[in-house]
């Protein structure tokens, strides 16, 4: 009987081992997982910045162009009026171009932690396979 005291002796110890290690196993992914998802939000934060730069830049265009709408029809030359026209034009189209980079920076990439899920999954994967070899 007291060989079989040191033996559970030094399964409880590897299995606290095992435990341990996988708990900071799973809390340095976790840390990793956080650091993906702050860097998703923060580049999800400048496509926000650049959409209200747009909405900002389309409303003085916007503007304008009404202004050279009522111009044009007040006068019938071209000066001011075709002026202010091409001005608003010019400010649409940056406006437009912004919504498009900031729906681009916009998308799902970098949301999701997929380097932390991966070495999760690789982390488990190689757990299993340690409990396999020894028959556990």
Do not use: F, Y
């Not at 399964?11 to 997982?33: H, W």
């Amino acid at each position: 009987m007291r060989g079989v005291e040191p033996e559970r002796e030094g399964t409880r110890a590897l299995l606290s081992e095992v435990i341990s290690g996988m708990s900071r196993l799973i809390r340095g992914e976790l840390k990793l997982a956080k650091a993906e998802a702050a860097e998703g939000v923060k580049h999800a934060l400048g496509g926000l910045v650049k959409i209200a730069i747009a909405a900002v830049l389309a409303l003085v265009g916007l503007n304008v162009l009404a202004g050279a709408a009522v111009a044009a029809l007040a006068a019938t030359g071209m000066g001011p009026a075709w002026a202010s026209l091409i001005v608003g034009v010019a400010l649409c189209v940056l406006a437009v171009v912004l919504v498009l980079a900031g729906k681009a920076a916009l998308t799902l990439r970098g949301l999701w932690p997929d380097r932390a899920m991966r070495g999760a999954r690789r982390d488990v994967e190689a757990v299993q396979a340690g409990l396999n070899e020894t028959g556990a």
